[in-house]
């Protein structure tokens, strides 16, 4: 088939597009090659390298149950498994055996996904406004900052690969929906695509009911014009249909299960729209009771979901569905849950596009809407109302955010372009298109700039240098590369750097990414008490725990929230001029967090810190560090002591940077006698380690003590008599 002048520069142009969006995810390339390792963008990245490398060793099969998460629980793991299988499979396709070379395809999955949603976008647009839109809708796509952020180079995560599938779903509906002859292959492959929607994100179930809403509306608008819908619901029919036959085999699985009780309840309400649209024609019946019988129909469908409730779940999956979407308990412990409002500043590049897409919306201000635009409206409605909730969907939203400020680029020059101004003012106004398309780019590209010069942050918030101390340093526990077996021993953090710590220094977490665990980190951090503090890391088994400078300001009310305390109980922003300023308050002060991070634990019996980063300071924020500590039974000083004042040890300890500090501790004889116990022994010269014995002082007698590193770890007593 040859192909006209008018096809070839098409195709060129979507191939200069593709390439375009290669190029601008690829370009912060160098900022995720660290030191010869691959360092992947957020925090989820990791962990879905992690599960990908399990996958290349046992394929197709993938990791479903992880003795590092939760430690020492173990977590069943929820995420569906496709997008990681897909990087395997690909890195198994180009023979990739090492770590390294699999890192290096799991980072430029996102990029190509990325580019392809780019193409897929613009033959998308094609089909609903024309060709100029498509290219131009495309063109802004390349460049949303949104979108390049979540498919960078160095991202992998199902995220992209969502967002490419939902894009694609809508595309063939779309075609499936304009054609006659090739309506069911269309269909057909929109079904393929639902069912990998719904193995990729088990929120999918979601994205489906966007399908319905259009689906009972158009029906009801039928109605209206008195003409039948049989050949839309049919096109619906077979894609659910297909969907629903490719999810069978796993629809029992936790991860499955909610898009495939989605996928049934759909089928049934679109066989009961096809019979009930038939009869409102066969009698004549006024259209606006459809609606009505609709929801109420849709009610019963709620009430039956929830009887089945003991048998099969669903009234369950229903209530942690709605609380996802809108507002849960993560609503503002996560910050991409947080909504759309208090995430997007109106002076922003981000709030900016909004504001020309939002203008878009007066297209299709008219009565002539066609079927497939109909589809493409109800679908952006939706997704921009998941937005509004959690500002998590901006990236979804950012394929129809292009194409609505291409719509309003369109229709303002149209407006511009026949106003009697205008026809005056020739020489002038044939300028306006192209500075009104200038203004709509730039903030764009301005925006991706700063995109490229953002590092991982896993390297802006220092903590890189800090987990290959802990890998290298502190005992290897054993099942890392296939987590069956319960590992020795733990790591206690703060749940968003959970699959840091996991995937580079390969030590079992207490909290990650899927917040199990997050709970019994926040109570550590913020106990005042140490015995409280000792207990919960007893129970969780961990041997270390892990803070940066982050949890002391902006970490600290996302912390307090998990304990069901008001964040200002512990934190309070100033009025100071320097946005970043915070006043901590004396309870605080008092917590874990602070006497660990700020005052090497001083007067602690058990923790003791044995490793602290450089103080990276950057040029806004203030100077962040991570340090690490160790859980020790601690060294028990005991003895006599006839004096009535305290009895002091004390301590100077120089750390790994070079920083000095004074440990002391205090003990009150009783009946003549006294105990101590105390974490820093006074061997050693290598890292954070003690200058000289312990200076033990009562009643202005003093002995010079050492105390050795077996005694701090296995509670040794050294007898010190006054």
């Not at 997007?344 to 590049?349: D, E, F, I, R």
């Not at 909290?511 to 997050?518: D, K, P, T, W």
Request: hydrophobic share 50%; with cysteine; aromatic share 12%.
């Amino acid at each position: 088939m040859r192909l006209d002048r008018g096809e070839v520069r098409e195709l060129v142009g979507v191939f200069a597009l593709f390439l375009l969006g290669l190029l601008l995810r690829i370009a912060p390339l160098k900022g995720a090659l660290v030191g010869g390792d691959v360092l992947f963008y957020g925090s989820d990245s990791f962990y879905h390298m992690r599960r990908v490398l399990y996958t290349v060793d046992h394929f197709p099969h993938t990791l479903w149950f992880d003795s590092y998460l939760d430690y020492p629980k173990g977590l069943e793991l929820m995420w569906p498994p496709l997008f990681d299988q897909l990087i395997a499979g690909t890195s198994l396709l180009f023979g990739a055996e090492s770590q390294r070379s699999i890192e290096i395809i799991g980072a430029i999955v996102p990029p190509i996904l990325g580019s392809l949603t780019v193409v897929a976008l613009y033959f998308l647009a094609r089909e609903l406004f024309g060709r100029r839109v498509g290219l131009l809708s495309a063109l802004f796509l390349a460049i949303n900052p949104q979108h390049v952020s979540a498919t960078i180079f160095g991202r992998p995560d199902h995220h992209v690969f969502e967002a490419f599938l939902l894009v694609n779903v809508v595309l063939f509906l779309t075609l499936a929906l304009k054609s006659r002859e090739k309506r069911s292959r269309f269909a057909a492959v929109a079904g393929v695509l639902m069912a990998a929607l719904a193995y990729t994100w088990i929120g999918a179930a979601a994205y489906l009911g966007i399908f319905l809403a259009y689906v009972a509306i158009q029906t009801t608008l039928d109605l209206r014009q008195r003409v039948s819908s049989k050949n839309d619901l049919l096109i619906f029919l077979a894609a659910f249909g297909v969907a629903l036959v490719l999810m069978l085999p796993f629809w029992k699985e936790p991860w499955l299960r909610p898009s495939f009780f989605a996928a049934v309840g759909i089928l049934l309400v679109i066989l009961v729209l096809l019979a009930l649209s038939r009869w409102f024609l066969e009698r004549n019946l006024p259209w606006a009771t459809f609606p009505l019988i609709v929801v109420t129909l849709g009610y019963v469908l709620l009430i039956s979901a929830y009887a089945l409730g003991q048998s099969m779940g669903v009234h369950h999956l229903l209530d942690s569905g709605l609380s996802y979407f809108f507002g849960g308990n993560l609503s503002q412990k996560v910050a991409e849950a947080v909504p759309l409002y208090s995430a997007v500043k109106p002076l922003s590049v981000t709030g900016f596009n909004l504001t020309i897409a939002v203008m878009g919306f007066a297209h299709f201000w008219r009565s002539d809407i066609d079927r497939p635009q109909l589809l493409f409206l109800v679908w952006t409605v939706s997704i921009l109302f998941f937005a509004i909730f959690q500002n998590r969907f901006l990236y979804v939203f950012s394929a129809s955010m292009s194409i609505l400020m291409t719509l309003f680029f369109f229709r303002a020059a149209a407006i511009v372009g026949d106003s009697e101004w205008a026809q005056k003012n020739r020489n002038i106004s044939k300028f306006f298109a192209p500075a009104l398309l200038l203004l709509l780019i730039l903030p764009s590209t301005a925006s991706d700039v700063d995109v490229f010069a953002v590092r991982p942050a896993i390297v802006e918030d220092g903590w890189n240098q800090p987990l290959i101390w802990l890998d290298e340093n502190s005992m290897e526990t054993t099942s890392f590369l296939d987590p069956n077996q319960t590992p020795e021993y733990g790591v206690l953090s703060w749940w968003d750097r959970g699959n840091w710590i996991l995937y580079r220094s390969r030590r079992p977490v207490v909290a990650n990414g899927f917040q199990a665990g997050a709970t019994d980190a926040a109570r550590f951090f913020l106990s005042v008490d140490e015995k409280e503090a000792l207990r919960i890391m007893d129970n969780r088994r961990s041997r270390y725990a892990v803070t940066d400078s982050k949890m002391l300001r902006s970490g600290l009310s996302a912390i307090a929230l998990w304990t069901d305390e008001s964040p200002t109980d512990y934190v309070k922003k100033t009025e100071d001029e320097d946005a970043l300023a915070y006043k901590h308050t004396e309870k605080f002060l008092g917590s874990t967090l602070a006497r660990c991070h700020l005052f090497d634990c001083q007067g602690m019996s058990h923790l003791r810190l044995i490793y602290e980063s450089e103080p990276k300071v950057g040029s806004v924020l203030p100077a962040n560090q991570v340090k690490i500590f160790e859980r020790v039974s601690g060294a028990r000083i005991a003895g006599t002591s006839n004096a009535d004042e305290p009895v002091v040890a004390v301590l100077n300890v120089t750390t790994n940077q070079g920083r000095r500090f004074e440990y002391t501790k205090n003990a009150v004889p009783r009946n003549g006698r006294y105990e101590m116990n105390v974490p820093y022994s006074t061997e050693g010269e290598d890292g954070v380690h003690a200058i000289g014995p312990y200076l033990v002082s009562s009643g202005g007698k003093s002995r010079l003590v050492d105390v050795g590193g077996e005694d701090v770890l296995q509670g040794g007593e050294i007898a010190v008599d006054f």
